[in-house]
């Protein structure tokens, strides 16, 4: 079990200060607890130099009032700038867009791309009524087609047809088409992954960008990615315009250091949350849950 952050600072704090205001060698002692949880919790190094600055600057020269201790105090503040730089609750898929809205999907291969392409549908279908296709742009992996064809199949969403030899644009124009013709409100294009970032396959997905004029562009990313998160978030968010994170496995034991990291890095909001293998294991993000968890 990891020590909390509470009981990491009272035993630095509550000795070192005085009651008064936290002075600056209070918060830098503190501060090297802050930084050890949060490398503990997985958040990648150069966003724990930059959160703890944020920290430092709130810190520095607050009264402790007389109700807490001054190691609860700054667990409040580390807690509220945690809270606010994971972002604001109950942001979710924004469809306002004529129909049919085009979803891009991206991330790297492992990371529950199709599955949460599979439960962003499924979710679309039963809560708000949409009618909606799913394609697997994929075209290097048929068995990730298949995957996709195969969930569509157990959850009642439509797929487009798999037809060999065909391009990732020209998937992504005939998903478009099919979705016109066939009145669907929404395409959700599964776009293929690679083991890790790489030229063609950022090249790739900008001319899926191009072409599917996306209204929605989500980063899928794995809870359980530590350091590497930051290289992730920052390759796409440089080619693409995301407009947010769906963040996968929250329901493994790791901290979600990932989630401060991917959200600072790309400045999107994370939409979604998968919490399980099952098409309906899929929630809203909720700051403060994963805040506790990442402070311990
Ligand atoms: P892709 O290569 O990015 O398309 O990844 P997949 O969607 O195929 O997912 C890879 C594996 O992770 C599969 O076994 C999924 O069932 C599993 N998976 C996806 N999302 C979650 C999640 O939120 N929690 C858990 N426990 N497993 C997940």
Redesign the pocket.
């Known amino acids: 079990m990891f020590e909390s952050l509470q009981d990491r600072l009272s035993g630095i704090l509550d000795s070192l200060t005085r009651r008064g205001a936290l002075t600056e060698a209070d918060v830098s002692a503190a501060l090297r607890e802050v930084r050890r949880a949060l490398l503990e919790a997985d958040v990648a190094l150069e966003v724990v130099k930059d959160f703890t600055d944020k920290v430092k600057e709130r810190a520095v020269g607050v009264e402790v009032v007389k109700s807490v201790t001054p190691g609860q105090m700054v667990v409040k503040i580390v807690n509220d700038v945690l809270v606010e730089t994971l972002g604001s609750e109950g942001v979710t898929i924004d469809l306002n867009a004529p129909s049919p809205v085009p979803i891009m999907m991206v ?13 962003i549908a499924k979710r679309l279908t039963d809560r708000q009524k949409r009618k909606v296709l799913m394609a697997s742009l ?1 075209t290097r992996r048929p068995a ?1 087609m298949e ?1 996709l064809k195969f969930l569509g199949e157990q959850g009642g969403i439509d797929t487009l047809p798999i037809v060999a030899g065909q391009s990732a644009v020209q998937i992504a124009n005939r998903a478009m088409q099919a979705a016109r013709l066939g009145g669907y409100d929404v395409v959700l294009l ?1 776009t293929a ?1 690679r083991q890790s970032v790489d030229e063609a396959l950022m090249a790739e997905m900008a001319e899926v960008y191009r072409a599917a004029q996306p209204h929605e562009t989500l980063l ?1 990313a ?2 359980l990615t530590g350091q590497d998160a930051v290289n992730t978030a920052r390759a796409f968010s440089e080619r693409l315009d995301l407009t947010g994170i769906v963040l ?5 034991d790791g901290r979600g250091g990932a989630a401060l990291s991917m959200r600072a890095i790309t400045g999107k909001p994370i939409k979604l ?5 099952r098409m309906d ?2 929630e809203e993000f909720h700051p403060e849950r994963i805040a506790n968890r990442i402070l311990g």
Do not use: W, Y
Request: net charge negative; aromatic share 0%.
């Open positions: 991330g790297l291969q492992g990371s529950g791309k199709t599955t949460s392409t599979a439960k994929d990730a995957q599964d992954g899928v794995d809870a996968t496995r929250l329901d493994g949350v998968g919490v399980g293998e294991q899929v």
